[in-house]
């Protein structure tokens, strides 16, 4: 498998952050994957936004009391909308910001068909969430997003327990990684993801120990030395 470059907000580092455009651009520059966050609006709708709350008509609102339309009128995209624009084919992570977000997420991309799904890599905090996201559908990717000091266990007693319940990767800062890590949990078939990947030593470093995904702000850099990597691998 190839490392997926997950571009970070859309590649918030040069363009406006989880926005059509960013997402765009994102894959017309090379990047294999985005990344985004999700809520869900007062209406149920799957919305691409970070913050709890965003500007639109001159007022500050909070997403989860804002119907999905005055929401896109502020330029916050949809989940729906986002695959009726640019389709299914590329690697998707989304952050559930709303921990009751990970239904309607995958009822949108099964409209799809199973390739999105397989496509689509919903990340939370917690073996339980996780665990829960994968008794929604066998299909869909599941991460665990944390930190080393936020594991309560050993490495390899985590490793198996998400490879007991199901779960596809584990997400880290890729400075928390090295190569014995990524190993071990490599062993327990568990995908290795890094974040905060920003400057190209980190991303070169991120490829040398072998991490299966990259999420980075600047997708030119993530792609350039991607490609500069797999050249000379």
Known sequence: MSTITFAHRGGMGD?????M????????????????DVRLSADGEAVLVHDKAVWTR??????????????????????????????????LSLDLKDHDAAQTCIEAASRHGDGALRRLWLVDTTL???????????????????????????????ASNLATHGIDAINLPASEWNKG???????FGILAFGWDAQEERQIRRALSIGLDGIYS??????????AEWTETD
């Open 217 to 226: 702000d600047w997708v030119d850099r993530l792609v350039g030395v991607t």
């Open 58 to 91: 001159g007022r500050r609102r909070t997403v989860a009391k804002t119907a999905a339309s005055t929401l896109q009128s502020a330029g916050v995209v949809t989940l729906v909308g986002l695959y009726g624009e640019i389709g299914w084919e590329y690697e």
């Open 21 to 36: 455009i960013g997402f765009h651009d994102a894959l017309a520059r090379g990047a294999t994957g985005l990344e985004s």
């Open 128 to 158: 339980d969430r996780v665990t829960a996201i994968r008794a929604l559908s066998p299909e869909v990717r599941v991460v665990l997003s944390t930190r080393f000091a936020k594991i309560e266990s050993d490495l390899e007693r985590t």
């Open 15 to 19: 363009r406006p952050e989880n926005s």
């Open 181 to 187: 890590i990524v190993a071990m949990f490599h062993r």
